[in-house]
């Protein structure tokens, strides 16, 4: 049995967790944590092997410092942290041996989304990324969202086209926000959305959309297990659930 801790079980996402890994026969939740515990206590007194995060930016960073330091493997779907945070992350996992898991997206049909786009940037180099979350999701771009600007950054091999001479914003973001300097990133924030994006690629005469929809939370479960039974024995940072399904 592979034991498992879930901070913010009492979140939207952490509650969901809770009873994804309970209905498997191989996992049991050992620890359920909320604000205002004391986690290093409850890793040690659960005997916690995995702690899947799902908490907001502000306390997932010292959450997974204090998970290593408790000898826990951390599995993580909170976004928003930084890149000199995940670069930390990989320095200290790899001194005290202990994996860590930084997963933007769990639900598989966005990490096809995510590996699509990278393959059409090399053939189409301009493109555009809109997400669309419920409204109390507190960070914009979404974790997803960057990680699809960060692939179709580095797949392109050309640059996509210049804006046109004296082109200008008359309400500050009304192009988006430049990801990698080069991918326009737009965050729509309404009730009614669980998590979607669409990757707009154009070219002379034609136009290429490749989108993602989760319309429940149910949909990053079957990625939140396979995470938790493939933390066990990794090395470093693992980024991307796209690295767990070979």
Known sequence: MIRVAVTGYLGRMGSEVVRAVTAEADMEVVAAIEVGDNLAASLTESKAQVMVDFTIPETAFSNIITALEC???PVVGTTGLTAAQLS???TRSKTLGIPVLVIPNFAIGAVLMMQ???MAAKYLPDAEVIEYHHEKKVDAPSGTAMKTAQMIHESRTQAPSPLPSGAFES???A???MAFETVPVHAVRLPGYVASQEVIFGAPGQR???RHDSIDRTSFMP???LSVRKAIGRTGLTYGLEHLLT
Do not use: K, T, Y
């Open 116 to 118: 699509m786009s990278a």
């Open 171 to 173: 309400v500050q973001g």
């Open 208 to 210: 290429l959309s490749i």
């Open 223 to 225: 990625g939140v297990v």
């Open 71 to 73: 000898g826990v493997i």
């Open 175 to 177: 192009r988006g926000g």
């Open 88 to 90: 930390e992350l990989d």
